[in-house]
């Protein structure tokens, strides 16, 4: 992700700052792993469920940017297919 942020960003990895990551990049990102890196839907589901971690964890270390983490909560995830389970076994 951070790498991605960079890239968009045109800053090194370790000039980005929190208010830099808004809810446009987060939602690009996924599109970026399944067009680019060719990444499936269930990946990308995992991969939103890790930056929705951790904008949980930084709501508490800076709330300045809570609105910001907000947004990026409401993200919605990709629908994907369950299998259905045909059989169980003994």
Known sequence: MFEYAADCIKLPRSQLQLEQLDAPLIV????????????????????LAAIKSFTRYMKYREPSALEQIRRIQALPAKKTDTRLVRHFTV
């Open 28 to 47: 690009n990102f996924p599109n970026y792993l399944e067009t680019r890196r060719g990444n499936g839907a269930g990946s990308r589901k995992i991969r």
